[in-house]
Each structure stands twice: as C-alpha cells, then as structure tokens.
C-alpha cells in the first residue's frame, strides 16, 4: 500500500511523514518541489527508507502527477503542498494563486482521472484528503463562537482566498464527480521543523540571537495553537474513518493572544537558556500591524471527537516546552536555514 503526499518536506508536511512512518509500514511518495520552505533535511532520518520514496518536482505539473499516480497506484493522496505564509501573500499574491489554486485544480484532474481507471474496490478506498486552514473562515469578535464546519467563508488575505478557492474545487470535484474527497482545516500548528519565519521559531530564534522580537499592532491577537505532531493524528484518523465528502475541523482547544505565546517563549527560554543580559522580554518590540490583519480564530473540533474520537495529546504547556528545547538542541538546523544553506542539501546529501 501507497500514500501520494504533496509538500511533504515542509513543516507540517515532513512532520507527517515522519509520523506516518513512524506508525505504518505503507510507502510514503512524497511530492515537494523544495520551494524555499521545502527541507529535505527535515526527512534526513528517512534516507535510505525504502519506504520513503522523494521526489523533486510541482503540483502543477500534470505530466508528472499523472505518472506518479500510474506509477505508484496510491490509495490515497495527502495535499499539504501550498504557498502557506500570509505575510509573504500580501507582498506577493502571484505564487499563491498558482501553487494554492491551480496546484489544487491539477491534483484533483489528475485523481479524477486515475480514480476513474480503478477497479470497483481500490475506487471506494481512494481518498483524496485536501489539507486546509482555519483563516477560510475570517475573524471572530471577541464573543462570537468558534468555527464550525458550517461557519460561512469570509477569507481576508490573499492566502485565506486562494486556500479558499482550493477547498471550493475539492467541493466541488466531489459533488460533481464522486471524487471521494476529506477537507479538514485546521488551526495554527507549531513544533519542530517550524520554518522561523513564522511567529513561534522567529521568536525562538531572535531571542537567542538578542534580536527584538517584533510583535505585530497590540499584540492581541489571538490565534488557536495545535501541537504539530496532534495535526498528523488527526489527519489520520480522518483518512481512516472520516465520512467521504465531509470536512472536519481540527484544532487545539487553545486560543491565546500573540503577546501571551512571546511571553511564554521568554519565560521558558529564561528558565532554559537564561541570557547573562535579563528576561528575554526585554527584547518585545511592537511593530506596524499586519495589513487586514485578522483578529481572533477559534476551532470548533466537536465534529472530529464525536466521529472519530480524536483530541489533541499534547496540552499548549507540554507543547511549547518540546518545541523551545527542540530549537535549543538543533542549532544546525536553525542555521544552515537561517543562512541558505539547506538548500544545497539535496545535491551534498544525494549527489546530482
Ligand atoms: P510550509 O510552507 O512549511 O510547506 C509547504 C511545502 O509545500 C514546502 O515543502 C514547499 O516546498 C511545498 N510546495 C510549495 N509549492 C509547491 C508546488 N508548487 N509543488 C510542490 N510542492 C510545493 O507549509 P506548512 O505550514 O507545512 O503547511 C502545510 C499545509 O497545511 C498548507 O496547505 C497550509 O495551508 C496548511 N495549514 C498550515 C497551518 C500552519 O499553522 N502552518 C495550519 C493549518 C493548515
Ligand atoms: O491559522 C492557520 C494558519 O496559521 C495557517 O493557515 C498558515 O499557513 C500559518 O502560516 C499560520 O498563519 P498565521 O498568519 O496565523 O501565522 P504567523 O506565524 O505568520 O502569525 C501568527 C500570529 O502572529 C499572527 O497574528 C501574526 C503575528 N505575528 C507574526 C509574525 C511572523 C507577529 O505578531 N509578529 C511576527 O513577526
């Protein structure tokens, strides 16, 4: 048995992958054209896996989907593939478009195709499980209650907007054409491999540097942490039990502010790593906000728990423990990242 995962060598994508492994003998096919926060260095524990087959290429490139597809015969296909950082879509949308829209519109074409092609029984196996995020569903005001699956789409970045349009089509292709497809859209992850650009590793690796560690507007924000490793799980008992056509929310029961995840951050690395200098908080700098900068998310994952009996594991303070120590311990990761390096990964570990 096969799995056909896109973006695989990205944060959450690689974290799957390892946690697949770690849980299946089933071959993973990873998809990934290494955009810059695509490592396989992530996946180096993998080399020499025959279970982990890579390969370097894009999701928009039909001809290459279609022969993966032929070739591997997977009974399922993982998205994770996409344009992810919504600060990167509001200086340029262009990529996101593409990757996020059209990348979508090409995999669910070449499924249709291959899934057409099976026989009666690897047809009602095959899954097409469209990886998604919370920010489809717009800002909350303080009182209003958490997203649902029924919570209208009010997308307000040009990254929400193309995930949007992605979860219309996989919609789409399922009511139209019986494509059996699962969405689940998901809250803020954090853990290791996290590409520190993003707030948690940014913070993490500023602070260590005795870099500011800049907070957007007023800081209070608020945005609904998972665990990284709990977001696999879930994906997996989607894949395995969820109801074909339907999506599932999938979050950490964890809303809090920005300025609350910095202070937190500071604290554990005072008590980690203490810095001659003082408290890391010292360093809090409030920067210009993020333009349309959304207010507050909050999941609703009844849905997952009652079909499927998922939770997270892991609480926010066991979490964001593992996740300071882990940047603590891999300083060569945080600087081969940090200087480019990991891109020259692929050819020094692999060869041409
Ligand atoms: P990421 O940016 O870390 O990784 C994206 C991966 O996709 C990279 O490995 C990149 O090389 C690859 N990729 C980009 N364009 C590609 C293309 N055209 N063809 C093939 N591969 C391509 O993203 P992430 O944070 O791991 O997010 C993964 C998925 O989960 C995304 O679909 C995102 O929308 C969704 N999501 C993310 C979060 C989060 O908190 N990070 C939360 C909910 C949902
Ligand atoms: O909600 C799920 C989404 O979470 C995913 O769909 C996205 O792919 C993922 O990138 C993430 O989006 P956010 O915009 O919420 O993540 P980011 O880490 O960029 O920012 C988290 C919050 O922190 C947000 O309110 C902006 C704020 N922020 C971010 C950075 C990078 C700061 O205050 N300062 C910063 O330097």
């Given at each position: 048995m096969t799995i056909l995962v896109t973006g695989g060598a990205g944060f959450i994508g690689s974290n799957f992958v390892l946690d697949?492994?770690?849980?299946?003998?089933?071959?993973?096919v990873n998809l990934d054209v290494l955009s810059y926060a695509g490592n396989l260095e992530n996946l180096a524990s993998l080399q020499g896996d025959a279970r982990h087959v890579f390969v370097q290429g894009d999701i928009c490139d039909r001809a290459l989907v279609d022969r993966l597809l032929a070739e591997h015969q997977p009974r399922a296909l993982v998205h994770f593939a996409a344009e992810?950082?919504?600060?990167?879509?509001?200086?340029?949308?262009?990529?996101?478009?593409?990757?996020?829209?059209?990348?979508?519109?090409?995999?669910?074409?070449?499924?249709?195709?291959?899934?057409?092609?099976?026989?009666?029984?690897?047809?009602?196996?095959?899954?097409?499980?469209?990886?998604?995020?919370?920010?489809?569903?717009?800002?909350?005001?303080?009182?209003?209650?958490?997203?649902?699956?029924?919570?209208?789409?009010?997308?307000?970045?040009?990254?929400?907007?193309s995930k949007a349009a992605s979860d219309h089509l996989v919609r789409a292709w399922h009511h139209t054409y019986g494509l059996p497809v699962l969405t689940t859209n998901c809250s803020n992850n954090y853990g290791p491999y996290h590409f520190p650009e993003k707030l948690i590793p940014l913070m993490i690796v500023n602070a260590l540097a005795?870099?500011?560690?800049?907070?957007?507007?007023?800081?209070?924000?608020?945005?609904?942490?998972?665990y990284v490793t709990d977001h696999a799980?879930?994906?997996?008992?989607?894949?395995?039990?969820g109801r074909v056509g339907e999506t599932y929310n999938i979050?950490?029961?964890?809303?809090?502010?920005?300025?609350?995840?910095?202070?937190?951050?500071?604290?554990?690395?005072?008590?980690?790593?203490?810095d001659p200098a003082g408290p890391y908080s010292r360093l809090i700098t409030y920067v210009k906000d993020r333009p349309g900068h959304d207010r507050r998310y909050a999941i609703d994952a009844r849905k997952v728990e009652r079909e499927l009996g998922w939770r997270p594991a892991e609480t926010f303070a066991s979490g964001i423990r593992k996740t300071v120590q882990w940047y603590l311990d891999h300083p060569d990761w945080v600087a081969r990242v940090q200087s480019g390096a990991y891109r020259d990964w692929v050819s020094q570990q692999y060869g041409a």
């Open positions: 697949w492994l770690a849980q299946s003998d089933e071959t993973v992810s950082h919504v600060d990167r879509s509001i200086s340029g949308p262009g990529a996101f478009m593409r990757t996020n829209i059209e990348g979508t519109y090409t995999l669910l074409e070449a499924s249709r195709q291959y899934w057409s092609g099976l026989n009666e029984e690897a047809k009602a196996a095959f899954r097409f499980h469209h990886v998604s995020t919370d920010e489809v569903y717009g800002s909350l005001g303080p009182q209003d209650p958490a997203f649902t699956e029924t919570k209208t789409y009010e997308p307000n970045s040009p990254y929400s907007a005795g870099k500011p560690l800049p907070v957007y507007g007023d800081g209070q924000q608020i945005r609904d942490w998972l799980s879930a994906i997996r008992a989607v894949i395995a039990g979050g950490g029961w964890n809303e809090m502010a920005n300025i609350d995840i910095v202070k937190t951050v500071c604290a554990l690395l005072d008590e980690l790593r203490p």
